[in-house]
């Protein structure tokens, strides 16, 4: 786990040389867990051009790729701090901080990426966006995160009867923890940089994850059977410090604003794209896929999990507007 002074020295070395090299009169410095070119990673610094010209160089981004600042849940707290100035994480971490992000994290909430698209893009995701204000945070935009499925180590699951006495890493997020019990299996939540030599060396069976996370990761080298239950369709976030955010006049916040909301079609069209490549390259690499494999039984067995987690009518309303959008 990093600490306050290991990220203060990463930024610092990091501005030494950002001065030599840019003119840029502020750096934004945004986290990030991927590796440089994952679809996340090169989105934000999309945003940083954009940023860049329009502002004539007043405003910059570095993106810290392959966490270098950190895993997720620390990164989020360094963030809420002002210690790091942007983030891009998954919803799944903030669900134990921010209630709104328990909804689109919801087991088999979304019928389809394009309902995932049609809600976050409407005033459920303007909704959610609005609730990081509380908690010192400034959400910008939402990006793809494809749909997660299970892969394990030990054995193709076939039926959620398979799934029985495995276990899985989760996100830290509990409601995650509750989804797998849900399903018979047992889970630990734990950081994703510590995924593959827990599955390694037999401390947990598998985790669960899309394509290119499932590829980038190196995963599938050690869990090389993957179920698509599709349980998951995860939308990921970008998300401002309050303390950066308050410190831009206000024409800045809006061009900031504007080009993270400019950034989500160039993250979308490079996320399609490399879900095919890491498909491919995941196939290529003699992994078993399994495909045919019968939704309902995992569908019906998260009845218990809304039950506990959908609770408050604000919550529940929610819920009912994304299930009736179209
Ligand atoms: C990835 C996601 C990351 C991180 C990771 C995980 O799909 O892009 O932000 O949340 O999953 O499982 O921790």
Redesign the pocket.
Known sequence: MKNVKTVMAALLASAAMASAAAACEVTLRSSD??PDGYP?VAAVNAMGKMLEERTDGRLCIEVFHSAQLGQ?KDTIEQTQFGVIDMN???L??FNNIIEETQIPSLPYIFRSVEHMHKVMDGEVGQQILDAFNDHDLVGLAFYD?GS?SFYNSQKPIKSMDDLAGLKFRV?QSDMFVDMVSALGANATPM??GEVYSSIQTGVIDG?E??W??YDSSGHFEVAKYYTLDQHLIVP?VLVMSKTAFDKLSAEDQAIVRQAARDSVPVMRDLWAARELESEARVREAGVEIITDIDKTPFIDAMVPVYEKYVTSPKLKDMVARIQATE
């Open positions: 867990t991927h996340t997720e891009r994480v998954s799944g971490p995160g997660r996100m950081p994703y985790a994850n899309n290119p996370s990921e």
